[in-house]
Antibody, heavy 119, light 107 residues
């Protein structure tokens, strides 16, 4: 069974970078699509981007200048980096796997990790 | 950006009732809409894909319909475990977006 687990700092200072890891078990990240989605206080959800089985990426244009999604296939992990964070980046961050061979809907999700941006 | 408007924001029901949750898109998106359920302190769960296609392991009381701009998630005879937030998500454009959610609560 595929399982995803987010990890990283729960508190980041404004203007710094947010870095999260998604560790995947039960499935190789060299197959399918792997994404990041966040949920803001108040329940708004935002798709951030994905990395594909081949390593290609797609990002939400509203984040494009600040976001990077990379991977380490030897560890079966993929990563989110979001630069120049502000308090508006405070959210619960989820990693997820695409459904079947699709990038556009999400079948498996991590439990989520709350990241607070505050000085 | 394609905006998804979900209504109502909150729906209060008693177990056994059947309900319909609405999701309206700001432009036609064919059937590129997907529905998720999120219970408190849990991660979202995919319920319905491409407007009306079922997902393995999801109870048959959940169904979806619609095309173009108007979509509906129906729950036939709500059970206590169904009280949660429901989101729609579109993938017609390469910028995937979510609705604001409908909270299904116990009356």
């Amino acid at each position: 069974e595929v399982q995803l687990q987010e990890s990283g700092p729960g508190l980041v200072k404004p203007s710094q970078s947010l870095s999260l890891t998604c560790s995947v078990t039960g499935y190789s990240i060299t197959s399918n699509y792997w994404g990041w989605i966040r949920k803001f206080p108040g329940n708004k959800m935002e798709w951030m981007g994905y990395i594909s089985y081949s390593g290609s990426t797609s990002y939400n244009p509203s984040l494009k200048s600040r976001i990077s999604i990379t991977r380490d296939t030897s560890k079966n992990q993929f990563f989110l980096q979001l630069n120049s964070v502000t308090t508006e980046d405070t959210a619960t961050y989820y990693c997820a796997r695409g459904y079947g061979g699709y990038s556009d809907l999400f079948a498996y999700w991590g439990q989520g990790t709350l990241v607070t941006v505050s000085s | 950006n394609i905006v998804l408007t979900q209504s109502p924001a909150t729906l209060s029901v008693t177990p056994g009732e059947s309900v319909s949750l609405s999701c309206r898109a700001s432009q036609s998106i064919s059937t590129s809409i997907h529905w998720y359920q999120q219970k408190s302190n849990e991660s979202p769960r995919l319920l319905i894909k491409y407007a009306s296609q079922s997902i393995s392991g999801i109870p048959s009381r959940f169904s979806g319909s619609g095309s173009g701009t108007d979509f509906t998630l129906s729950i036939n005879r709500v059970e206590s475990e169904d009280f949660s937030i429901y989101y729609c998500q579109q993938s017609y454009s390469s910028l995937y977006t979510f609705g604001a959610g409908t909270k299904l609560e116990l009356k």
